[in-house]
């Protein structure tokens, strides 16, 4: 049996030097073999990277994480794929960067899962996709869950296979029901159904001018809601109920119904636009800022969050 192409270790770092050798003698390796080489990983540790390459950088396709990746559910669609996709017949080399000390607890969740899907996203591809982890500042429990989601570890002692490994356990274990909306948000609450999605499209929208949204962000609110009350007609039981509130500087459009999301990757493939199916999971993933989700076979809840526009 041919051992899987894919390959995708974790790197714990600590400090600069440590983080800055090892990037580049992975994207050194990678651009010396003539392969394909991306960096997404946030704005400052992209500057140390693009410094320590020099001419080099230029070779190498960078992306701030921190805007492409801002949600975690974006990242396989329209950032990894998109760009293993786009060599096809090639060796893929990427550092990908996804959990930093900036993330939240509300964040944490959906980034872990990111994680242990990406495994099940690129099996078969010949990809290499390495994860960098700031082993002094992020949290034990972050490092622990790293360890189960990747299958080889990386740090200054060397490479070593993860006897941890379980990333299906991480998917479900923050697969959990959400807390209710703090105090004093009081969500504004519509029951819909096939006679009247259209108002929960303008409920949305509402809230949303009210709080500052306009232009093409507005209609991005819009259609995320249209596209998960859509999905609660088609495949969560021909109804739904859309709550929004605010909640830590962002809007919050819940949606939830009676159907349950069997796919772990639902929402995360690249779609081609000649081929019939459904979308609706991957727009609101590409038009939010964060999504959660909550599903399990008595039904769904899919949480899309907003950042509120700077006054």
């Given amino acids: 049996m041919l051992a899987d192409p894919f390959v995708h ?33 946030p704005a400052g540790r992209l500057k140390l ?5 020099g001419a080099d950088a230029a070779r190498v396709h960078l992306l701030d994480m921190e805007q492409a990746g801002r949600n975690p559910g974006r990242i396989i669609p329209a950032v990894l794929r998109a760009f293993a996709d786009r060599h096809p017949g090639s060796h893929v080399r990427i550092i990908g960067e996804p959990i930093w000390p900036g993330r939240t607890v509300t964040e944490y969740p959906a980034c872990a899962q990111h994680e242990a899907l990406i495994n099940f996203a690129f099996t078969g591809r010949q990809v290499t996709i390495l994860c960098p982890y700031d082993a002094d500042r992020l949290a034990p429990r972050v490092l622990r869950e790293a360890a189960l989601t990747h299958p080889v570890i990386r740090d200054a002692r060397g490479e070593r ?12 274990e923050h697969n959990l029901p959400f807390d209710e909306p703090a105090a004093p948000a009081v969500p504004a609450v519509l029951r819909f159904d096939r006679t009247n999605l259209a108002d929960a499209r303008t409920l949305a929208a509402g809230r949303a001018a009210e709080l ?7 209609d991005d609110i819009r259609l995320v809601v249209a596209e998960l009350g859509a999905n609660s007609l088609d495949h969560g039981g021909g109804a739904g109920v859309l709550r ?5 500087g962002r809007l919050v459009c819940e949606v939830s119904d009676t159907g349950h999301i069997t796919d772990p990757l639902a929402g995360r493939r690249p779609v081609d636009p000649h081929v019939a199916g459904s979308r609706g999971l991957l727009i609101v993933n590409l038009l939010s800022d964060l999504v959660r989700v909550h599903t399990h ?15």
């Fill in 9 to 41: 270790p974790a790197l714990f770092y600590q400090g600069d030097r440590e983080y800055v050798a090892a990037t580049s003698a992975f994207i050194g390796e990678g651009l010396a073999a003539g392969e394909p080489v991306a960096v997404a990983v």
């Fill in 49 to 53: 990277i693009e410094s320590a390459l």
């Fill in 161 to 172: 296979p993860s006897d941890a490994y379980a990333p299906l356990q991480v998917v479900m």
């Fill in 212 to 218: 500052g949204f306009g232009g093409a962000r507005l």
């Fill in 244 to 248: 929004a509130w605010t909640e830590g």
């Fill in 297 to 311: 076979p008595g039904g769904t809840a899919i949480r899309a969050y907003f950042d509120l526009p700077v006054r």
